[in-house]
């Protein structure tokens, strides 16, 4: 069974600061990995999705690496602003041809940014 | 656009009510699902369907019950409510196995006391 873990659990910085998430997965055959976001009280945002032939995706201020071979992924934000503010949750599709899209998830980083 | 949009948004069950929660999509997407998130065991998935008229069990879909008469409706039943089931429930959808176009509705927030 697919586990994913995401580290730190919850982390505060000042504005304007670099930061990197983390993402551990224990089945490396993935196809994708797909980072999201939620705010308080609402639903999950697709930020970025990785195949698991890229090493990398980048969405303005965000980066994402992937590597497979030692089931791990990142998040990287730039210069950091209150509006960053969320729960980053990773996740990994089930293996195989017959996963269908569903997605295992991590419990997700809560990250504050103060100003 | 409406994208995914889940009602209930809020529900106060007593234990043994029966209820359904509805999500309906608007993007043509064939593979709908049910997931709950509760504190400390994250989002897990209860049912999901690969297309109309279709359905299967996720992780968790013991006391649930799902339907997907139609393409873009996918809803969820709980026939006999008991305390565990208190949770926020995700409704999702993607357009294919790729998981590109992944998308979420706000979520129902359920109390059963």
């Known amino acids: 069974k697919q586990e994913v873990t995401q580290i730190p659990a919850a982390l505060s910085v000042p504005e304007g600061e670099n930061l990197v998430l983390n993402c551990s997965f224990t089945?490396?055959?993935?196809?994708?990995l797909q980072w999201f976001r939620q705010d308080p009280g609402k639903g999950l945002t697709s930020l970025l999705l990785?195949?698991?032939?890229?090493r990398e995706q980048t969405s303005g201020r965000l980066n994402a690496s992937l590597d497979k071979s030692s089931g791990r992924s990142t998040l990287y934000i730039a210069a950091s602003q209150p509006g960053d503010s969320a729960t980053y949750l990773c996740?990994?599709?089930?293996?195989?041809?017959?996963?269908?899209?569903?997605?295992?998830f991590g419990q997700g980083t809560i990250l504050t940014v103060h100003p | 656009n409406a994208g995914v949009t889940q009602t209930p948004k809020f529900r106060v069950l007593k234990t043994g009510q029966s209820m359904t929660l509805l999500c309906a999509q608007d993007?043509?997407?064939?593979?709908m699902y049910w997931y709950r998130q509760d504190p400390g065991m994250g989002l897990r998935l209860i049912h999901y369907?690969?297309?109309?008229?279709?359905?299967a069990k996720g992780e968790v879909p013991d006391g649930y019950n799902v339907s997907r008469l139609k393409k873009q409706n996918f809803l969820l039943g709980l026939e006999s409510a008991a305390p565990s089931q208190t949770s926020v429930y995700f409704c999702?959808?993607?357009?294919?196995?790729?998981?590109?176009?992944?998308?979420f509705g706000s979520g129902t927030r359920l109390t059963v006391v």
């Open positions: 369907s690969v297309g109309e008229g279709t359905t």
């Open positions: 089945d490396s055959a993935i196809y994708n």
């Open positions: 993007m043509n997407h064939e593979y």
């Open positions: 999702a959808s993607s357009s294919d196995r790729s998981n590109y176009g992944y998308t």
């Open positions: 990785i195949q698991s032939s890229q």
């Open positions: 996740a990994v599709p089930d293996a195989g041809g017959t996963s269908y899209g569903k997605l295992t």
